[in-house]
């Protein structure tokens, strides 16, 4: 099992910058691919971003690509999402996710989930 705790979400003004941040205990950290997938009110969850398990590849979605940057520690057992630019449609509850496979980057289909933190972007 592993157990993952997100933070780092809030309010900014469009045009801000934020960074979450997931903590993972459990299994081995470092033999997972991480991402991050979101949740906008009304919508379907959507693909952020994910980095591979020795941090050497990064895979995001269109709409976030130049803006968001993941990366990891293993060392620390935490995966990072830096988002610069951000637009009001980035609103949306961000959740950190784990898996043990690289083929479900781009997919929503995860094997471990956070419980999510809330990002606001006012216009």
């Known amino acids: 099992q592993v157990q993952l705790v997100e933070s780092g979400g809030g309010l900014v003004q469009a045009g801000g910058s934020r960074r979450l941040s997931c903590a993972a205990s459990?299994?081995?950290?470092?033999?997972?691919?991480m991402g991050w997938i979101r949740q906008a009110p009304g919508k379907e969850r959507e693909f952020v971003a994910a980095?591979?398990?020795?941090?050497?590849?990064?895979y995001y979605a269109d709409s976030v690509k130049g803006r968001f940057t993941i990366s990891r520690d293993n060392a620390k057992n935490t995966v990072y999402l830096q988002m610069n630019s951000l637009k009001p449609e980035d609103t949306a509850v961000y959740y950190c996710?784990?898996?043990?496979?690289?083929?479900?980057?781009?997919?929503?289909?995860?094997?471990?989930w956070g419980q999510g933190t809330q990002v606001t972007v006012s216009s």
């Open positions: 996710v784990v898996d043990p496979s690289l083929r479900v980057v781009f997919t929503t289909i995860w094997e471990y």
């Open positions: 459990g299994r081995t950290f470092s033999i997972y691919t």
């Open positions: 980095i591979s398990r020795s941090g050497g590849s990064t």
